[in-house]
């Protein structure tokens, strides 16, 4: 069985700070990772995804992850938080064997203050 | 490229009645998948639609049900709802043929409030 994990339900940060949200996975075979980003009343929009080519993804609007195996971690960063950023933030898995079907984390609230 | 696209936006019933939710895929696009996003949850995958036919499922009850069309629309569809089924459902669609990496494309939803 497959799952991830956000550590943090919410995370507050000021404008211009860094953005770190995390996301560890559980998988027994080599898992295919992505972060979703969904804005009130509206669906998910892909951010990013690593599948098995380079470790340090980047994605769109600044966002980047890096997948570390030994650490099962999957986390997202932005280097400096926009106000447009606030949002919540979807950690997803799937695998190779798979037909695509996303098995997601609970979601992180990206709060952005001035 | 009008996107996935979900009707209705919102949908208000009453315990124990039916409910017919629609999506379109994006162009080019011949799977779908539904999930289920109760509130302050994460999405949880219902089922995926691929040639017409339900090739996976999540752990839903068959109250839960699908349809594909030959123009890969698809219908899920809910009997005797419950209050717990109060709930964003999402539909998502991919290619067949890009496998497990393809990109999900998901629709705006569809709000369901059962009373």
């Known amino acids: 069985a497959q799952s991830v994990t956000q550590l943090g339900s919410h995370v507050s940060v000021s404008e211009g700070a860094l953005v770190l949200l995390r996301c560890n996975y559980s998988s027994s075979v080599p898992p295919y990772l992505f972060w979703y980003v969904q804005y009130p009343n509206q669906g998910l929009q892909l951010l990013l995804k690593?599948?098995?080519?380079?470790?340090l993804v980047k994605g769109i609007n600044g966002f980047e992850a890096e997948f570390k195996k030994s650490e099962t971690s999957f986390h997202l960063t932005k280097p400096s938080a926009h106000m447009s950023d606030a949002a919540e933030y979807f950690c997803?898995?799937?695998?190779?064997?798979?037909?695509?079907?996303?098995?997601f984390g609970k979601g992180t609230m990206l709060l952005v203050s001035p | 490229d009008a996107g996935v696209t979900q009707s209705p936006t919102h949908l208000i019933k009453t315990r124990g009645q039916q409910v017919t939710l629609r999506c379109s895929p994006k162009s080019g696009h011949d799977t779908v998948s539904w999930y289920q996003q109760a509130l302050g949850q994460g999405p949880q995958f219902i089922f995926q639609?691929?040639?017409?036919?339900?090739?996976q499922r999540g752990n839903f009850p068959d109250r839960f049900s699908g349809h594909q069309f030959p123009n890969y629309s698809s219908e899920l569809n809910v009997n005797a709802l419950l209050l717990g089924d109060s709930a964003l459902y999402l539909c998502?669609?991919?290619?067949?043929?890009?496998?497990?990496?393809?990109?999900?494309?998901f629709g705006p939803g569809t709000r369901l409030t059962v009373l």
């Open positions: 639609y691929y040639e017409e036919e339900e090739r």
């Open positions: 997803a898995v799937t695998q190779l064997s798979g037909y695509s079907t996303l098995t």
């Open positions: 690593y599948t098995s080519a380079a470790t």
């Open positions: 998502a669609s991919s290619w067949q043929l890009a496998g497990a990496t393809d990109t999900q494309y």
